[in-house]
């Protein structure tokens, strides 16, 4: 799939329908229009064209990663008359979590029967492969053993199973020994879990992809537009035909504003202090926690054929390390999971100090660190150990040694925590005060695995804004 090709308004990168690029409505060619000029610039920033922008929009979606995409996507091929646009404050879609994460087409196995979680996460695998077969977008289907390796771990390891077939994960099976070594043969267990629907893809690659159809069909992606305000017009745009048709203002860090009927926010890492801004509380709040993984060296990945994950410990808020091949054909190992002290901040040493205080003065921060110390302190520790984090790597392949391993990459999860400490793991849905909270929907929180689910999540996100904003 070839890069999008970009948009640049004044100083903002974006993209709007022309010919060849995609189509704009013509209710949206008749559009108040950014009177400045505008850029269309390729995927390398070299400058092809100029064009207008639309000021105006009847949606416009904020947030550029996987979930803020694919809800775009979705709204707009179910309401091809209207308007829509989504802002992302970043100069290109996908930069964070959709862009640093694992990769794994999760099958739905971990989570409890009849929530909404497990349904989202068993629709979203069967509506991620079909997308992915139908746009050419590769991915392996590479399979997960779930890995018991002391004898005490097989109920939790068969009451796994039982869920997973009660969620109608596909052909999920348990395994012996025997049958572990025939799949992963560097990899010794007691008793596996096999689930072989599991797999991996690049998901900045299909996010990207939910760009390219939003686009294509008359959507305006804006970048490098960060958004620092919501609010109701006073007054009417001057020499504006709409009058007040769009009411609300959504003001960005540089002073430039689009006005709009409705807005949804799926703004990630910082949906909480964007739901602020029209009112709403700062619960749940999001707290940042990195991941950083290992990676093993090029010449030992044949010890890896496909996933290889520990049995989940329930006393335990986090998975713990696993075995993840890449569509590169690297092996990722990890993660751990320690507070980041940026929201943003994927290397150690990342610092913010209005992120570092906003998470420990949270006295639901700190709820959770008191009912896990010693998990919390492992999980430091083996951040700072290369051989902490070898020595767990080594209970489902023995011979992986501290030389076959160097640091890898990171990424930055968006925990929604309660003020009672709890991980919050439902949607959360919130508007706002006066008038604004009408017209806004945040995305407070959409269950993990979100890249996995995104397409079911959009579903559900787009009928949500439709019963709201009657759409």
């Not at 105006?56 to 209207?82: K, M, N, Q, W, Y």
């Not at 009660?166 to 052909?171: A, C, G, H, I, Q």
């Amino acid at each position: 799939m070839p890069p999008p090709l970009l948009l640049r308004a004044g100083r903002a990168w974006g993209r709007v329908g022309l010919p060849g690029l995609g189509r704009a409505s013509g209710h949206q060619r008749r559009r108040n229009t950014i009177c400045l000029p505008v850029s269309v610039v390729d995927s390398n920033r070299t400058l092809i064209g100029f064009v207008s922008v639309s000021s105006t929009f009847d949606v416009v979606v904020v947030g550029g990663g996987i979930v803020g995409l694919a809800s775009a996507r979705e709204l707009i091929l179910r309401h091809p008359s209207l308007t829509f646009s989504v802002l992302e404050k970043e100069k290109d879609l996908a930069c964070h979590q959709s862009g640093h994460n694992s990769g794994v087409i999760h099958s739905g196995i971990y989570y409890t029967p009849g929530s909404l979680k497990a349904k989202l996460c068993v629709q979203g695998a069967a509506l991620c492969y079909e997308y992915c077969d139908r746009k050419g977008i590769p991915y392996k289907q590479c399979g997960k053993l779930i890995v018991a390796v002391e004898q005490e771990e097989i109920p939790r390891l068969k009451a796994l199973y039982e869920r997973g077939l009660l969620n109608s994960v596909r052909d999920l099976k348990l395994i012996s020994a025997k049958e572990i070594q025939a799949k992963e043969p560097f990899c010794r267990g007691v008793m596996a879990l096999d689930s072989p629907y599991t797999g991996i893809v690049n998901y900045r690659q299909v996010a990207l992809s939910y760009a390219e159809d939003f686009q294509e069909v008359g959507g305006a992606v804006l970048t490098d537009f960060e958004v620092t305000n919501l609010e109701m017009a006073k007054e009417s745009p001057s020499e504006s035909e709409d009058g007040m048709k769009y009411p609300v203002v959504v003001r960005n860090s540089k002073g430039e504003e689009i006005r709009c009927q409705h807005i949804v926010t799926c703004a990630g890492l910082y949906s909480d202090r964007l739901s602020e801004i029209s009112g709403c509380s700062r619960e749940p709040r999001i707290v940042p926690f990195r991941g950083d993984y290992l990676v093993l060296k090029p010449e030992k990945c044949y010890m890896v054929k496909g996933h290889i994950y520990p049995v989940p410990d329930p006393q335990f808020p986090f998975l713990g390390v696993h075995f993840t091949p890449r569509m590169d054909g690297s092996v990722w190992l990890g993660p751990n999971a320690v507070l980041a002290f940026k929201r943003e901040g994927y290397k150690l040493y990342d610092f913010s100090a209005r992120d570092f205080i906003d998470a420990v003065v949270y006295s639901g921060l700190w709820k959770l660190v008191f009912r896990n110390v010693s998990y919390g302190m492992s999980e430091m520790y083996r951040a700072c150990f290369l051989s902490a984090q070898v020595k767990q790597l080594q209970k489902f392949i023995p011979e992986v040694t501290i030389s076959d391993i160097l640091r890898g990459p990171s990424g930055v999860r968006a925990q929604a925590l309660d003020q009672d400490g709890n991980l919050v793991d439902d949607f959360v849905f919130d508007g706002g005060t006066g008038d604004i909270g009408s017209r806004v929907l945040h995305v407070r929180n959409a269950p993990s695995p979100a890249a996995t689910s995104s397409l079911a999540i959009a579903k559900m996100i787009a009928d949500e804004v439709e019963r709201r904003f009657g759409l």
